[in-house]
C-alpha cells in the first residue's frame, strides 16, 4: 500500500510576542514561576491588527505552496480547522482560497473545501479525512491542504489568559509523502464533556481544571483502544511522543500515564519494582478507591525514577520547545509539538527515518485520538528548510498597555474604531483589510 501522510509542513506565527513571566506576569499580580515553572510557557505569540486566522492560514499555506512549487490546480482539497471561526456559513477555507487566488496563477475552482470542529483535534481530524480522500482513490492525483488556525484569545481576566497564542500551522497530506506516512490504526477516547466551549460567544467558557481531567481521561481510553489495534505498546518503540499542548504543564501530567501503560509487565517494571513496587492492577483491590490510591502513590515514585526521567527528556520534553514560546495555538498545538520533535532531532543530527512518532490529539468537549507516524527518508531535507525559528524570534515584544489595546482590537464586542494603528509594518504578506458591503471579511496580499 503506498504510504499516505505528511508530506509539507509550513508555520506561521502571529506577529507579537507578550512575554509571559516579564511583563504579563507583574501585571496581572502573578509569580513568573507560574508561567515558566507551573505552565511551561515563556511567551505568547499574538495576532496584530491586521492578522486573524484567514491571513495567518493564507501566509502559512502560500508559503508551503511556494516552496514546494505547488500551483492551485496541484490542490483538490482544503480543509481549516479551527475553534475561532467568524461566520458560521461560509467556510474559512473559501477565503483562503480567495487569498491564493489573488497571488497564483489559476483556481481552486474544482477543490473541496470546508471547515473542520471539534475544539483542538480538528486539525487531526482534517488530516484524517484527507487521508481517507486519498485512499479511497478520489483525489486524482491531487495533495490536500490542511491549514489548522486559530486565534486563542480569553476573556480579559479569564484563567485562560495566562496561556494564549495565535498562529497557524500549513500541512500538505499526499500520497508517497516526504515527510511522514500515517498508521491505519488510530484509538479513539471520546464522550459528551462540558471542559471548554464557545456557545455563540467569541471567548471560550473554560473549566480549566476540569478540561485537565477530561483530556487525562480520554487520553487514556484513546491509548487502550490504540492498543487493542496494535498491541501493547513499549516505550522504546517511539522516538517522541507529540501531545497536544495547551501549555507544556499539561503534557507533564499526561506522560507519565502513557509511560506507566507501556511499561507494564515489561523489563521496566520489573527493573523498576526493587525501589517503587510493581504497579497496582485492579484486581488485587476491593474497592476502586483503594484501586486508585495505590495507583496515585505508585504514579509518585514513577515519576521521580531516573528511568521516567531519561525517557521524558529523549520522548516529550523536545516536543515542547515551540509552544512554549508562543502559547496555545488550539488546533495547530499537536502540530507544533510534532514540528518541535522533528526540529529537535534535526538540530542533533539524529537519522530519524524509518523510526516511529506517537501522535496524540486532544479536542475538548471531549475527544483523544492516538495514532502512529513513521517518519520518511527525506523529512530532514523538509525540516531543514523550515523556517519557523526565525519567524518566531522576528516577532515584535510589546508592553502592557499595547496588550491591552490589541487585545481590544480583537474582541467583537469592543468598537475601537476602523483606524487603530498596527504595531508592525506588513511586509510581503496577506492582511485584513476591513469588512464588505454584506459584512464578510476582506484581504489583500501587501508586497
Ligand atoms: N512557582 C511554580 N509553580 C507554580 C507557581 C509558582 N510560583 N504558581 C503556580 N504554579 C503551578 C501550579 O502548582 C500549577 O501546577 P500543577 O497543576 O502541576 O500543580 C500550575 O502552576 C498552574 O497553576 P494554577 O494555580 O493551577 O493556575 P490557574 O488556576 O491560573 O489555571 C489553567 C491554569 C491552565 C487551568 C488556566 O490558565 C486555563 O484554564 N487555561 C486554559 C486552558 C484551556 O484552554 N484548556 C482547554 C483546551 S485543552
Redesign the pocket.
Known amino acids: 500500500m503506498t504510504p499516505v501522510g505528511i508530506d509539507g509542513i509550513e508555520i506561521w506565527t502571529g506577529t507579537l510576542k507578550l512575554d509571559l513571566p516579564g511583563t504579563l506576569a507583574p501585571a496581572l499580580g502573578e509569580?513568573p514561576?507560574?508561567f515558566t515553572?507551573?505552565?511551561g510557557l515563556y511567551a505568547s505569540s499574538l495576532p496584530d491588527t491586521y492578522e486573524d486566522i484567514v491571513t495567518m492560514g493564507a501566509n502559512a499555506a502560500y508559503a508551503l505552496m511556494d516552496r514546494h512549487g505547488l500551483e492551485p490546480d496541484d490542490i483538490g482539497r482544503i480543509d481549516v480547522a479551527t475553534e475561532s471561526a467568524f461566520d458560521n456559513s461560509k467556510p474559512v477555507s473559501t477565503y483562503i482560497a480567495g487569498c491564493l487566488e489573488s497571488v497564483f496563477d489559476g483556481d481552486f475552482h474544482h477543490a473541496n473545501k470546508g471547515e473542520r470542529k471539534f475544539a483542538?483535534v480538528a486539525g487531526t481530524q482534517s488530516i484524517n479525512d484527507a487521508y481517507n480522500w486519498i485512499r479511497a482513490g478520489r483525489n486524482r492525483g491531487r495533495a490536500a491542504l490542511v491549514i489548522a488556525t486559530d486565534t486563542a484569545l480569553y476573556e480579559r481576566g479569564d484563567?485562560?489568559e495566562?496561556?494564549q497564542g495565535a498562529g497557524a500551522v500549513a500541512m500538505l497530506i499526499d500520497e508517497d509523502p516526504s515527510i511522514l506516512a500515517l498508521s491505519q490504526e488510530q484509538g479513539y477516547g471520546s464522550a459528551d464533556e462540558t471542559?471548554?466551549l464557545k456557545p455563540n460567544q467569541q471567548f471560550p467558557s473554560?473549566d480549566?481544571?476540569r478540561?485537565?481531567q477530561v483530556?487525562l481521561a480520554r487520553m487514556r481510553e484513546a491509548m487502550a483502544d490504540f492498543e487493542a489495534q496494535v498491541g501493547e505498546t513499549h516505550p522504546d518503540d517511539y522516538a517522541y511522543i507529540p501531545f497536544h499542548t495547551?501549555?507544556p504543564?499539561m503534557v507533564r501530567k499526561a506522560a507519565p500515564i502513557g509511560y506507566r501503560r507501556m511499561i507494564r509487565a515489561t523489563e521496566i517494571e520489573d527493573d523498576l519494582a526493587p525501589s517503587i513496587g510493581h504497579q497496582p492492577r485492579p484486581e488485587a483491590f476491593d474497592d476502586e478507591a483503594a484501586f486508585h490510591d495505590a495507583l496515585a502513590e505508585y504514579m509518585d515514585a514513577l515519576v521521580e525514577t531516573d528511568a521516567y526521567a531519561a525517557w521524558y527528556d529523549r520522548v516529550i520534553e523536545p516536543t515542547l520547545s515551540l509552544s512554549r514560546e508562543v502559547g496555545?495555538w488550539y488546533t495547530g498545538s499537536v502540530h507544533l509539538a510534532r514540528t518541535s520533535a522533528l526540529l529537535d532531532a534535526a538540530d542533533r543530527d539524529v537519522d530519524l527515518a524509518g523510526m516511529q512518532l506517537l501522535v496524540a490529539s486532544?479536542g475538548?468537549g471531549a475527544q483523544a485520538e492516538i495514532h502512529a507516524e513513521t517518519v520518511r527518508p527525506s523529512w530532514r531535507e523538509e525540516i531543514d528548510a523550515l523556517p519557523v525559528w526565525s519567524h518566531i524570534e522576528a516577532r515584535t515584544s510589546i508592553d502592557f498597555p499595547t496588550y491591552e489595546r490589541i487585545h481590544d482590537v480583537h474582541n467583537h464586542d469592543i468598537d475601537t474604531g476602523a483606524d487603530v494603528d498596527p504595531v508592525t509594518v506588513p511586509n510581503g504578506e496577506f492582511v485584513f483589510t476591513g469588512w464588505g458591503r454584506m459584512n464578510e471579511r476582506q484581504y489583500e496580499f501587501v508586497d
Open positions: 509569580e514561576a507560574k515553572k507551573g505552565l483542538c484563567g485562560g495566562l496561556t471542559d471548554f473554560v480549566g481544571k478540561s485537565i483530556y495547551p501549555f504543564g496555545n486532544y475538548s
